[in-house]
T-cell receptor
Framework: NAGVTQTPKFQVLKTGQSMTLQCAQDMNHNSMYWYRQDPGMGLRLIYYSASEGTTDKGEVPNGYNVSRLNKREFSLRLESAAPSQTSVYFC?????????????FGAGSRLTVL | EDKVVQSPLSLVVHEGDTVTLNCSYEVTNFRSLLWYKQEKKAPTFLFMLTSSGIEKKSGRLSSILDKKELFSILNITATQTGDSAIYLCAVEGYYGNNRLAFGKGNQVVVIP
């Protein structure tokens, strides 16, 4: 009964390093999302994938890339990390084909960029 | 651009008090409004509201939507320390694909 699994849970990077956050869901959901959460800012959408094979930019996509590897997995890549990308990242999924509806969230990945 | 504004942003109450949280919104092609509770980690779903004037209730929590005035209220009665959390309001609009816009959250601290 895993739901949405994110790895890693914590990561410290130096400015300019790259890394990939992994996300997998076992609920056969069609849509997957990446959000970032900063203090006092709520959740902001980075990228989403309405269905396997499609990805779209959200509110704050600059500095990120995504890959919808298959129906289960949706990864977020930082090519050249910057201190402004220090944040908590949440992956989420929903069963709707093209609808947001009720999101199921992963536990979050706390990223610090020095 | 979608706007979701929550108030108050933070409050401290004593156990047993009643809390009222507000969420006002402006969104294109409104579909639904959702409330989530976030404690230490991931947000967890509380309510989804689509129709005006119909209260959703779960234990001591209840919520109602006013589509004419574009806001929702989340009430927590007889608060307990376990209600301490950030409460997130999100509004779903339709743009070809459905997307959620989140507010900044209401941080609630319940002290014994």
């Amino acid at each position: 009964n895993a739901g949405v699994t994110q790895t890693p849970k914590f990561q410290v990077l130096k400015t300019g390093q790259s890394m990939t956050l992994q996300c997998a869901q076992d609920m056969n959901h069609n849509s997957m999302y990446w959000y970032r959460q900063d203090p006092g800012m709520g959740l902001r959408l980075i990228y989403y994938s309405a269905s396997e094979g499609t990805t779209d930019k959200g509110e704050v996509p600059n500095g990120y890339n995504v890959s919808r590897l298959n129906k289960r997995e949706f990864s977020l890549r930082l090519e050249s990390a910057a201190p402004s990308q220090t944040s908590v990242y949440f992956c989420a999924s929903t069963p709707a084909g093209s609808g947001a509806n009720v999101l199921t969230f992963g536990a979050g990945s706390r990223l610090t960029v020095l | 651009e979608d706007k979701v504004v929550q108030s108050p942003l933070s409050l401290v109450v004593h156990e047993g008090d009643t809390v009222t949280l507000n969420c006002s919104y402006e969104v294109t092609n409104f579909r639904s409004l959702l409330w989530y509770k976030q404690e230490k980690k991931a947000p967890t779903f509380l309510f989804m509201l689509t129709s005006s004037g119909i209260e959703k209730k779960s234990g001591r929590l209840s919520s109602i939507l006013d589509k004419k005035e574009l806001f929702s209220i989340l009430n927590i009665t007889a608060t307990q320390t376990g209600d301490s959390a950030i409460y997130l309001c999100a509004v779903e609009g339709y743009y070809g694909n459905n997307r959620l816009a989140f507010g900044k959250g209401n941080q609630v601290v319940v002290i014994p």
